[in-house]
């Protein structure tokens, strides 16, 4: 009987700790001044403005006593020509290597390590044990951009990227950002990102870049993120998905996207498939298009029918030779560009609503490998309107109307470590949050704003091939 109950336990006090080793004490002054002295040497040696202030006073301790006090006047004169100099002629590699490492050393000590133990007692992130010993989070580091201050913090034992993210208001008006963002740090499970916002460049329209060429279709330089840094889309093996309410920038999305794959059009390289249910808002992009198809749900049905011919095709093509299609003149890059996903769910006749779901679930279950992605947008991500949400790798959150929108989108916990889409504001059309399959978080960006004036002279330009003659045969359509 005594084996099912268990085992029995002393009702006193069980000691968990070890008994502490008792030193000397002065060889515990010894011990600690050799730590702190090797912990002085290496972040002396770590910090470049540390290694810099030393070797200046050196030289200037040791000139003004071997060569006279002119020549280390000319020495600083000098340095400070050089310095000038680097900063005019390349300001970017001084940007990077001067001006954003004092900053990011300024901030650390002057805002974050000294609001540091205050901040992480009132958001509750410390915690205080009954013998009246207190442990708080540990500051790492600070690198500071133009836009961002990313601080890196050891978490407690016990707390997860989840606990930072619901206080994050609270660290944000404490530092005086205008917002914050939790991430957590790949391979390290105990620290945690926070991403201060201090200047947001996200609140003027984005230019676009120059397409580039040759076009990097895992890499599409679409529009900015909200470090100052470019954000690249990867297109090439992947489907989009873009979520916004009406005017919150989805065809600028799409327009961006069009617009660095130009080259790649014209080269042969890509080829542009859409259906536009409004019959407008890819019009004016039509020129680059191969097909497109606005004319009703049938017209619908058979490009995506077409379109899931093409993949089967590739499948038996590719099947044992490679995992990801690679792109050519001969079998180019297949993009669909949906314009709205809802109007394909609310076709009223049946057979057709059948084929339409039928080709659209194979193309997004089965098209990325061989080079067939699909580019949809929609105001609704609901189930009920959209069933194959998880289909989409990528998911794009402009401005959204609930807060719920946002898990639905980006999927639990988004919202808490920042991805508030439903609070963007009317006057910033095109900013979102996009997240990607097997990353954490999503990272806030603005798609640049193409006009029509540049669209249409990127249409001028395009030579689009010519539609086939006849609409091939399908054969081999299997049901989901």
């Known amino acids: 009987m005594s084996s099912f109950v268990g085992r029995r336990v002393p009702s006193a006090t069980v000691r968990v700790r070890r008994q502490p080793l008792r030193l000397p004490l002065l060889l515990l002054i010894v011990w600690w001044l050799i730590k702190k002295l090797i912990r002085v040497l290496v972040v002396t040696v770590r910090s470049p403005v540390a290694m810099a202030t ?24 000098a340095l400070v020509v050089t310095i000038v100099t680097v ?22 000590w002057s805002i974050y390590r000294y609001k540091w133990p205050a901040t992480m007692n009132f958001a509750d992130l410390d915690r205080l044990r009954r013998d009246g010993s207190q442990y708080q989070p540990v500051l790492r580091s600070v690198h500071s951009t133009r836009a961002v201050d990313k601080v890196r913090a050891r978490m407690l034992a016990g707390q997860i990227v989840e606990d930072w993210g619901k206080v994050s208001d609270r660290l944000c008006q404490t530092f005086g950002a ?4 939790v991430r957590s740090v790949p391979g ?10 201090i200047n947001d460049p996200l609140e003027h329209i984005v230019e676009p870049l120059p397409p580039e060429s040759p076009v990097r279709l895992d890499a599409l330089p679409i529009g900015l993120r909200e470090d100052g840094e470019v954000y690249r889309l990867p297109l090439l093996g992947n489907h989009l998905l873009l979520v916004g309410a009406t005017g919150a920038g989805k065809s600028e999305a799409e327009q961006s996207i069009i617009h660095q794959l130009s080259p790649a059009i014209r080269d042969g390289i890509v080829q542009l498939w859409g259906i536009d249910p409004k019959a407008m808002e890819l019009a004016i992009s039509e020129a680059l298009f191969h097909r497109m198809a606005y004319r009703g749900p049938a017209d619908y049905s058979e490009l995506l029918e077409d379109a899931v011919l093409v993949m089967q095709e590739r499948q038996l093509t590719l099947r ?20 709205e996903l809802a109007a394909l769910s609310y076709v009223n006749e049946r057979e057709l609503r059948r084929r339409i779901d039928n080709a659209l679930g194979l193309l997004q279950s089965q098209g990325r490998a061989v080079g067939v992605s699909v580019v949809g947008a929609i105001q609704d991500p609901r189930k009920e309107v959209l069933p194959d949400r998880e289909l989409f790798p990528v998911r794009a959150a402009l401005r959204l109307t609930e807060a719920d929108q946002v898990r639905l989108t980006l999927g639990p916990g988004a919202r808490d470590r920042g991805a508030k889409a439903d609070l ?10 996009v997240h990607i399959d097997g990353t954490a978080e999503p990272v806030r960006v603005r798609f640049a704003h193409v006009t029509d004036d540049q669209i249409k002279q990127l249409a001028v330009s395009a030579q689009r091939p010519e539609p086939p003659a006849g609409r091939p045969k399908l054969t081999v359509v299997t049901a989901r």
């Open 54 to 77: 030393l070797t200046a006073a050196t030289l200037t301790v040791f000139g003004w006593r071997e060569v006279g006090p002119a020549l280390v006047a000319a020495w600083y004169l």
């Open 320 to 339: 044992g030779v490679t995992r990801l299609h690679t792109p050519t003149a001969d079998e180019p890059l297949i993009v669909i560009f949906i314009d």
């Open 178 to 181: 205008t917002d914050c963002r």
């Open 424 to 433: 963007i504001p009317h006057s910033l059309p095109g900013v979102g949050f």
């Open 87 to 108: 900063r005019l002629r390349w300001p970017a590699w001084y940007e990077h290597h001067v001006s954003l490492v004092i900053r990011s050393r300024w901030r650390r």
């Open 188 to 197: 390290r499970p105990h620290e945690v990102d926070l991403w201060f916002l």
